[in-house]
């Protein structure tokens, strides 16, 4: 039986299993540390697809942030 991983960061919660994947496996799981990357540095990593990518600008907007420029 697959053990569920608890994450701290909700937001992880809210993606599919290969981009919650890349971003931990990037150190990706807070959005400040999100925030610190570009949109294309992000888009780059493994299993990162374009829901993924909608479902991160929206949850970076809700908090006032957005990927770096």
């Not at 400040?32 to 929206?58: C, D, F, I």
Request: aromatic share 2%.
């Amino acid at each position: 039986m697959k053990r569920q991983r608890k994450t701290d960061s909700g937001f992880l919660a809210e993606l599919a299993a290969p981009a919650r994947r890349a971003l931990e496996g990037a150190g990706l799981d807070t959005l400040a540390k999100l925030a610190k990357k570009t949109e294309v540095q992000v888009s780059e990593l493994h299993g990162m697809g374009p829901n993924a990518m909608s479902t991160l600008r929206g949850t970076l907007k809700k908090e006032g942030l957005s990927f770096r420029k």
